[in-house]
T-cell receptor, first 113, second 114 residues
Framework: QKEVEQDPGPLSVPEGAIVSLNCTYS??????FMWYRQYSRKGPELLMY????GNKEDGRFTAQVDKSSKYISLFIRDSQPSDSATYLC?????????????FGKGTMLLVSP | DAGVIQSPRHEVTEMGQEVTLRCKPI?????LFWYRQTMMRGLELLIY????????DSGMPEDRFSAKMPNASFSTLKIQPSEPRDSAVYFC????????????FGPGTRLLVL
């Protein structure tokens, strides 16, 4: 079992739809959770960052973490064609002050006008 | 502020040739990461440095790969000799300190080995 599982998609939705992207993980030590957005032929860029369990909202984006289920989600409200990209979840566990990120493979999102 | 800078952006080479990828991290960032991204395996961490010192190189696939960070503003990833299975997008990322999690990625180098 991979440490982080993410459905590769593609996920196709019409403009204005609510999008739900998800990751599951197996390492209970993970406590820092991130979502990166990667446009085609570009580097990943940080979208959302959360610590431990709970919700975080930033504009049209909401990140949720459920550590008891080892499940994280990213919701996009009123999706736009410009949201079309690959979304990668990433997570880390502190260890002696040095941490690395474990990434999911990414979910490709296509928002049609 | 300038982000992470990588060069070249594209590289096409023949099997057996040496390839050198370059990275300039964000000024003031103390940690630097090299990743490889493929469709099959996703984003894989190859090696990372804190304060120019290699901390974990367990992701380097084999001895053909080597990385250096001679100073805080420059790092190289070298493949010698290159093989077709090395074809991938190579990303460099930097982080402000070892005690933070957020990494900032460069635009990547798209490598094709024929």
């Amino acid at each position: 079992q991979k440490e982080v599982e993410q459905d590769p998609g593609p996920l196709s939705v019409p403009e204005g739809a609510i999008v739900s992207l998800n990751c599951t993980y197996s390492n209970s030590a993970f406590q820092y959770f991130m979502w990166y957005r990667q446009y085609s032929r570009k580097g990943p860029e940080l979208l959302m960052y959360t610590y431990s369990s709970g919700n975080k909202e930033d504009g049209r984006f909401t990140a949720q973490v459920d550590k008891s289920s080892k499940y994280i989600s990213l919701f996009i409200r009123d999706s736009q064609p410009s949201d079309s990209a690959t979304y990668l979840c990433a997570m880390s566990a502190k260890s002696d002050g040095y941490s690395t990120l474990t990434f999911g493979k990414g979910t490709m999102l296509l928002v049609s006008p | 502020d300038a982000g992470v800078i990588q060069s070249p952006r594209h590289e096409v080479t023949e099997m057996g040739q040496e390839v050198t990828l370059r990275c300039k991290p964000i000024s003031g960032h103390n940690s630097l990461f090299w990743y490889r991204q493929t469709m099959m395996r996703g984003l894989e961490l190859l090696i990372y440095f804190n304060n120019n010192v290699p901390i974990d190189d367990s992701g380097m696939p084999e001895d053909r790969f080597s990385a250096k960070m001679p100073n805080a503003s420059f790092s190289t990833l070298k493949i010698q000799p290159s093989e077709p299975r090395d074809s991938a997008v190579y990303f460099c990322a930097s982080r402000q300190t070892a005690y933070q999690e957020t990494q900032y990625f460069g635009p990547g180098t798209r490598l094709l080995v024929l």
